[in-house]
Nanobody, 124 residues
Framework: QVQLIESGGGLVQTGGSLRLSCAASGLTFSSYAMGWFRQAPGKEREFVAAISWRGGITHYADSVKGRFTISRDNAKNTVYLQMNSLKPEDTAVYYC?????????????????WGQGTQVTVSS
């Protein structure tokens, strides 16, 4: 059974930084594309970033390009999301997702496994 557990969320001021982590188990991590999504109150869940199996390809939402960086450590079965220059509109629950599919520079798979989420709140 695939299990994804996010951590690292919290409260930060505008312009600050946070690093989210997602620890994976129950899967062959190095064969899984990984992604981050977020859902703000009253809004639909939206894509944030994705990374290919070995980390060589990444894909970002336009709203976070240049501010957020997704990375992975296959030896630790962990994917990260470094978030810099945070804005109040980044406030959301952030979810980790995994899938055996393919990430390209313009797309990502229909992720099949999801974590429970971690809250990120950016104060103005």
């Amino acid at each position: 059974q695939v299990q994804l557990i996010e951590s690292g969320g919290g409260l930060v001021q505008t312009g600050g930084s946070l690093r989210l982590s997602c620890a994976a188990s129950g899967l062959t991590f190095s064969s899984y594309a990984m992604g981050w999504f977020r859902q703000a109150p009253g809004k639909e869940r939206e894509f944030v970033a994705a990374i290919s199996w070995r980390g060589g390809i990444t894909h970002y939402a336009d709203s976070v390009k240049g501010r957020f960086t997704i990375s992975r450590d296959n030896a630790k079965n962990t994917v990260y999301l470094q978030m810099n220059s945070l804005k109040p509109e980044d406030t959301a629950v952030y979810y980790c997702a995994g899938d055996p599919g393919i990430v390209t520079t313009t797309g990502y798979p229909d992720f099949s496994s999801w974590g429970q989420g971690t809250q990120v709140t950016v104060s103005s």
